[in-house]
C-alpha cells in the first residue's frame, strides 16, 4: 500500500495512493463507504472510523501496528476502483496539496557518513566493509516538509546540502533490536530529502543540530510506502538532480551499515514509538543549491520529490 498525506479544509487526511487515477482515496471516507454497504448506519460508521482510522501515521500505528483494518479497506476499495461508489471518497492529487506522509513522528533519527564519499558501481555494496562506527545526529519534527513544498535557503547560510535518502518508519514500540530481528519493527519506508546548513554547524563547534534542524530541512515523500512492497531495501536506485542535472546515483547496496545493523545500534539509546523515523544516509554526489534551483529526488518504489528553493528572508 501506498498512503500519502493530503492537506485539505478539514486538516490533513490520510489517502491511498494509486488506487483511482488522477485521485487520492481518502481512507477514513472509504473505510465509512465500506461499513455502508455492509448496512451500517452512517452515524455509527463514523464514530468507527474515527476510531479505527486515526487521522495521521503515527497514530494509525499507536493503534494497529499491523494496519489490519487500512488493508480491510484497501483491499475493497482496489475492487471497486472502477466502479463508481468511491467518487465521494476522493480528492485531486495536486502534488502541491501532499504534506509530509510521517505526520508529527516523536523521533527522527538521521544517520551520517553511511556510504563512501566517492561514486561507484551502484549495484554493489562496498568490499571489504570499512571498519568504522557508526553515527548520526537528531532532526526536529517541525523541519519537516511536504514532497512538493519550497525548500527555503536560511539567509545566514551560503551552504545548504539537500541529500536523498531512504527513510525506515517504525511499526511498533522498539528498544533493544537485534540485527535478526530489526525488520520485524519497520511498518514501511519513505522518501527524505535530508536537507543540511554545512557553515552553520561549522559555526556550531561543528554541532548538527540547528545546522540539520531549519524548516522545510526533512522533506518527506511523496508517500509512505508498507514494507511488503519493498522486499529488500538494500537494493533500491537512489537518485538527485538539481536544475535536471543528475547529482546523485547510487544504491542502498552501498551503504556501510545496513538497516538492521542501524536499527539495533540505536534502540540500544532510544525507545523508538510507532511511527517515529530512522532515515539511513546519502550516497554521493549532492552539492551546495541557491534559491531558484529546483530539487528533484527519486528512489526506487518510492516515488519522487521535487522543491523549488526560495530564500527564506
Same mark, same amino acid.
Given at each position: 500500500?501506498?498512503?500519502?498525506?493530503?492537506?485539505?479544509?478539514?486538516?490533513?487526511?490520510?489517502?491511498?495512493?494509486?488506487?483511482?487515477?488522477?485521485?487520492?482515496?481518502?481512507?477514513?471516507?472509504?473505510?465509512?463507504?465500506?461499513?455502508?454497504?455492509?448496512?451500517?448506519?452512517?452515524?455509527?460508521?463514523?464514530?468507527?472510523?474515527?476510531?479505527?482510522?486515526?487521522?495521521?501515521?503515527?497514530?494509525?500505528?499507536?493503534?494497529?501496528?499491523?494496519?489490519?483494518?487500512?488493508?480491510?479497506?484497501?483491499?475493497?476499495?482496489?475492487?471497486?476502483?472502477?466502479?463508481?461508489?468511491?467518487?465521494?471518497?476522493?480528492?485531486?492529487?495536486?502534488?502541491?496539496?501532499?504534506?509530509?506522509?510521517?505526520?508529527?513522528?516523536?523521533?527522527?533519527?538521521?544517520?551520517?557518513?553511511?556510504?563512501?564519499?566517492?561514486?561507484?558501481?551502484?549495484?554493489? #555494496?562496498?568490499?571489504?566493509?570499512?571498519?568504522?562506527?557508526?553515527?548520526?545526529?537528531?532532526?526536529?519534527?517541525?523541519?519537516?516538509?511536504?514532497?512538493?513544498?519550497?525548500?527555503?535557503?536560511?539567509?545566514?547560510?551560503?551552504?545548504?546540502?539537500?541529500?536523498?535518502?531512504?527513510?525506515?518508519?517504525?511499526?511498533? #514500540?522498539?528498544?533493544?533490536?537485534?540485527?535478526?530481528?530489526?525488520?520485524?519493527?519497520?511498518?514501511?519506508?519513505?522518501?527524505?530529502?535530508?536537507?543540511?546548513?554545512?557553515?552553520?554547524?561549522?559555526?556550531?563547534?561543528?554541532?548538527?543540530?540547528?545546522?540539520?534542524?531549519?524548516?522545510?530541512?526533512?522533506? @518527506?515523500?511523496?508517500?509512505?510506502?508498507?514494507?511488503?512492497?519493498?522486499?529488500?531495501?538494500?537494493?533500491?536506485?537512489?537518485?538527485?538532480?538539481?536544475?535536471?542535472?543528475?547529482?546523485?546515483?547510487?544504491?542502498?547496496?552501498?551503504?556501510?551499515?545496513?538497516?538492521?545493523?542501524?536499527?539495533?545500534?540505536?534502540?540500544?539509546?532510544? @525507545?523508538?514509538?510507532?511511527?517515529?523515523?530512522?532515515?539511513?544516509? @546519502?550516497?554521493?554526489?549532492?552539492?551546495?543549491?541557491?534559491?531558484?534551483?529546483?530539487? #528533484?529526488?527519486?528512489?526506487?518504489?518510492?516515488?519522487?520529490?521535487?522543491?523549488?528553493?526560495?530564500?527564506?528572508?
Amino acid at each position: 500500500m501506498k498512503i500519502a498525506s493530503r492537506r485539505t479544509p478539514f486538516g490533513d487526511r490520510l489517502c491511498f495512493a494509486e488506487v483511482v487515477p488522477h485521485h487520492l482515496l481518502d481512507i477514513q471516507a472509504a473505510f465509512v463507504r465500506r461499513l455502508e454497504t455492509e448496512g451500517v448506519h452512517r452515524d455509527d460508521a463514523l464514530a468507527r472510523s474515527r476510531l479505527d482510522i486515526p487521522g495521521d501515521l503515527p497514530a494509525l500505528l499507536q493503534a494497529d501496528p499491523q494496519l489490519t483494518a487500512v488493508r480491510w479497506v484497501f483491499d475493497w476499495a482496489v475492487e471497486q476502483a472502477d466502479s463508481g461508489d468511491l467518487r465521494d471518497c476522493l480528492w485531486s492529487d495536486d502534488p502541491e496539496r501532499l504534506g509530509p506522509p510521517v505526520g508529527r513522528p516523536q523521533t527522527i533519527w538521521c544517520m551520517l557518513a553511511n556510504y563512501p564519499r566517492r561514486p561507484s558501481d551502484p549495484d554493489q #555494496r562496498q568490499q571489504p566493509q570499512p571498519q568504522r562506527g557508526l553515527q548520526g545526529c537528531l532532526k526536529p519534527p517541525g523541519s519537516l516538509a511536504g514532497p512538493h513544498d519550497t525548500l527555503r535557503h536560511p539567509v545566514i547560510s551560503e551552504r545548504v546540502d539537500p541529500e536523498m535518502e531512504l527513510a525506515v518508519v517504525i511499526g511498533h #514500540r522498539s528498544r533493544f533490536l537485534t540485527p535478526d530481528t530489526a525488520l520485524r519493527a519497520v511498518a514501511g519506508y519513505v522518501g527524505f530529502c535530508d536537507v543540511g546548513s554545512r557553515d552553520v554547524s561549522e559555526r556550531d563547534n561543528n554541532r548538527m543540530d540547528r545546522g540539520k534542524g531549519f524548516d522545510t530541512y526533512g522533506i @518527506t515523500g511523496p508517500w509512505f510506502v508498507t514494507a511488503d512492497e519493498i522486499p529488500d531495501p538494500h537494493r533500491l536506485r537512489i537518485r538527485g538532480w538539481v536544475n535536471g542535472e543528475l547529482r546523485q546515483d547510487g544504491s542502498t547496496a552501498q551503504m556501510f551499515h545496513s538497516v538492521p545493523e542501524q536499527l539495533a545500534w540505536l534502540t540500544e539509546a532510544l @525507545t523508538l514509538a510507532p511511527g517515529d523515523v530512522l532515515s539511513t544516509g @546519502t550516497p554521493p554526489g549532492h552539492g551546495v543549491v541557491r534559491p531558484g534551483d529546483v530539487v #528533484r529526488g527519486e528512489i526506487e518504489g518510492l516515488g519522487v520529490i521535487e522543491n523549488k528553493v526560495v530564500l527564506d528572508d
